[in-house]
């Protein structure tokens, strides 16, 4: 067997200094848009080889922290966060934590309830014709009853994502889209053949409904009257499945 020690110990060395230039980053020492020092300058600095520092910027890269430009002011460069990006992967990460059964049921529509009431609050104090509009279109969706159950759950996605939106608070946004994004189609996986598509709409309509006239109230009874109904059903799809399994 050959293995390639060097390899290795190089890997390593790139580690620490793709976690250096992170961290430096990630506190303000480097800012968005500055440009690195030169591979040649940081292999000096480091004492250690270009290709290690290459390594490096190629770990950096990849974690969407720098981003490379041509040219004789090229160079690499701090990028500004992609929030989205950063949101997909700590969604993909939740997505996986779901499906191994880290978080139960439980655990899931509680996380929901408690966080979209603040949407909910927020979405009657801030919301927009336009969002009250992105709303109204996923219900339309929702009332064909001749789209699929995968069209059906990704209009789900969307209302929610809407409700969202109609906040007009950008963290509050990032943070509740691994909630929208993993959680939601998540349990929609396995409700969507016991729910009833017609009470899914009907506690979607109550909803923007209440964000219309800004009732706080109303908007969170019927988020939680909808979780409820998304927590019996998944039940009833759980035991629907061992008593498929026991026959």
């Known amino acids: 067997m ?8 190089r890997s390593g060395i790139a580690k620490q200094v793709a976690e250096n230039i992170r961290s430096a980053i990630m506190d303000g020492r480097l800012k968005i848009d500055e440009r690195l020092p030169t591979e040649d300058d940081l292999a000096r600095s480091f004492g250690i080889s270009r290709p290690t520092v290459r390594e490096a910027l190629k770990r ?13 002011q090229g160079g690499n460069f701090v990028k500004r966060p ?10 993909g990460a939740a997505t996986l934590l779901v499906g191994i059964g880290a978080f139960d049921i439980d655990e899931i529509v509680t996380a929901r309830l408690e966080t979209e ?8 104090e801030n919301r927009q014709d336009d969002g009250l509009q992105a709303m109204a279109v996923e219900i339309a969706v929702q009332q064909d009853a001749t789209i699929s159950d995968e069209d059906f759950c990704a209009s789900d996605v969307r209302f929610h994502r809407a409700l969202v939106d109609s906040t007009g608070n950008g963290p509050l946004k990032l943070m509740m889209y691994t909630v929208i994004e993993a959680f939601i189609p998540i349990t929609n996986m396995i409700v969507f053949r016991v729910r009833e598509r017609r009470q899914v709409v009907a506690f979607h309509t109550q909803i923007i409904e209440a964000v219309r006239v800004r009732d706080i109230d109303a908007a969170a009874a019927a988020l939680t009257a909808l979780l409820t109904y998304v927590r019996d059903s998944y039940s009833d799809a759980l035991d629907a499945r061992s008593k498929r399994e026991n026959t």
């Open 2 to 9: 050959n293995l390639r020690y060097d390899e290795v110990v």
């Open 82 to 91: 992609d929030p989205e990006g950063l949101s997909m992967a700590i969604t």
């Open 60 to 72: 950096l890269a990849a974690q969407n922290l720098i981003h490379s430009r041509r040219g004789p």
């Open 117 to 124: 009431k603040i949407c909910c609050r927020l979405a009657c």
